[in-house]
């Protein structure tokens, strides 16, 4: 097994045993960055000075044998909308160019403090609006597994960095399914905690009721080793919840006897092809034979929530967006009068933010609010409910995690509506606040990944890792994120 191969609990034993130091690794990855990612895009900032230097503090700490983190010196990625002190954070945006913030998100000091290595910073779509990486004002990041494809978005960069091994974890963020549909389309483990699971402090905002913080890894146990260091209370995001959380890892269980599944029939329609279909029945079948119970359920407003979604998201991200104006944030654009100023300022930003922006300010008119935004609200909360109620009787929902394996580069950008399919399968999980996670479980004709989504009740990550983790042990025992692609033609490893 190559070095770059391994996850998370692997390289652990490796850096325990002193096979190797996490200076070493470091040094391993980073070369394979400068290798691989002139074709890949994944990075906008390397950071090496400060990941070798996190890893050797490391190294230090286990020679004089104290006791260090679990994820101490192991290195790690970031997508480029979470803030970090010294280090350039663009959201993928002209707008936000060359702005260095002068504070750490929480998830960063976090972990800093736990010692993880941080290589740098991953691309994205512009303010992570977008489910292809394609609308970065910097560069397009392409799928490791078919540079032809993209790897989905708006957490792409972070997806592939780990996809590629040049990571072994990554953050990522997820509005409407940017953590998951990355995932899926480029075969490792992502998930969406519940909303206020994870302190969004230092996030930059696009639907501030929506987004979240969440890790991807290769194996279900790496992203539950990251939702330990990351999730908990927080008192500077007044919408992180107060209580402690759990462990995480105990959750890690292989044990279907006694899971109830549901399988909710409307993300099994028309726009979800066959393959992508019968790739998650398959899964499903297998934990039934498990000994898990399945049963058929139903969330009849789902079939609204693409609509809901799309007018929520667009309102709260033109009253988020309103502030990059040259005045109070961003790149200021000269100009002879102030409102020059700030029309030549707000230029900058692409088109599909600006599309967002002009949908978001008009939905939340005085004259329309009552025939757009309200009513969405209202269907959002009944869809709420309808997830509630299903929770009463089950304990997870498997469903499809993308509609489709990752589309051709360029082929959505020139449909913006057929891209905001791209998330039919994933949104409504961000609007009713529930962690939802995506793995590998099958591949399609095309040769590239297709993932399941699990999804649980509100503050029920254990419950969702445990079904996770009973599937993987039935179906890539070596690591869901890794070894799908096991036999077939389809390799990174370019050196």
């Known amino acids: 097994m190559e070095l770059h191969d391994l996850t998370i609990r692997e390289l652990r034993a490796r850096l325990e045993a002193r096979d190797v130091s996490s200076a070493e690794v470091t040094e391993h990855i980073l070369r394979r960055i400068e290798a691989l990612d002139k074709q890949l895009g994944a990075y906008l900032t390397v950071t090496a000075d400060a990941a070798l230097a996190a890893a050797k503090a490391a190294d230090d700490a286990r020679a004089r044998g104290e006791a260090v983190h679990p994820l101490a010196g192991i290195p790690g990625s970031l997508k480029d909308n979470i803030c970090t002190c010294g280090v350039r954070t663009t959201a993928g945006s002209r707008v936000l160019e060359n702005w260095v913030p002068p504070y750490d998100a929480t998830v960063v ?63 990522g963020s997820d509005t409407g399914g940017s953590i998951r549909q990355p995932a899926a389309f480029c075969g490792v483990v992502g998930m969406k905690p519940t909303y206020g699971l994870i302190s969004r402090y230092g996030l930059i905002a696009m639907a501030s009721s929506l987004d979240q913080i969440g890790p991807i890894g290769r194996e279900v146990a790496d992203v539950a080793e990251l939702l330990n260091v990351v999730a908990g209370p927080d008192p500077k995001d007044s919408t992180c919840f107060p209580e402690p959380v759990p462990d995480y890892t105990a959750a890690l269980r292989a044990e279907a006897k006694g899971l109830r599944i549901g399988v909710p029939k409307e993300f099994f329609g028309a726009g979800v092809a066959a393959e992508v279909q019968e790739a998650v029945k398959k899964a499903i079948k297998a934990m039934e034979d498990a000994g898990a119970e399945v049963r058929e359920v139903s969330l009849p407003h ?194």
């Open 109 to 171: 000091e976090r972990l800093k403090a736990a010692g993880a290595p941080i290589l740098g910073k991953t691309n994205l779509d512009e303010f992570a609006m977008g489910s292809s990486t394609e609308t970065s004002a910097f560069q397009t990041t392409r799928n490791p597994w078919n540079r032809e494809r993209v790897p989905g978005g708006s957490s792409g960069g972070a997806a592939a960095s780990v996809a590629a091994g040049m990571a072994y974890w990554a953050l």
């Open 302 to 495: 789902v079939d609204y929530a693409l609509s809901v979604y799309a007018i929520v998201m667009a309102a709260e991200a033109s009253s988020n967006l309103a502030r990059f104006d040259g005045v109070r944030y961003g790149v200021r654009v000269e100009a002879p009068d102030l409102p020059t100023q700030m029309a030549r300022t707000r230029a900058l930003f692409g088109e599909e933010v600006k599309r967002r922006i002009v949908l978001g300010t008009y939905v939340r008119g005085k004259k329309v609010l009552d025939k757009y935004y309200l009513p969405a609200a209202k269907v959002r909360t009944i869809l709420t409910r309808e997830f509630a109620a299903v929770f009463r009787d089950v304990d997870v929902l498997m469903t499809p995690a993308t509609p489709t394996t990752a589309f051709e580069l360029g082929r959505k950008a020139r449909s913006p509506l057929e891209a905001y399919t791209a998330d039919i399968c994933t949104l409504p999980a961000n609007l009713a606040g529930l962690p939802a996670l995506a793995m590998p479980c099958g591949v399609g004709a095309d040769g590239l990944p297709i993932a399941l989504q699990i999804i649980g009740p509100a503050f029920g990550e254990a419950k969702v890792l445990q079904a996770a983790y009973t599937y993987e042990q039935l179906a890539w025992p070596t690591g869901a994120g890794r070894a799908w692609r096991a036999g077939k033609e389809v390799d990174v490893d370019v050196r």
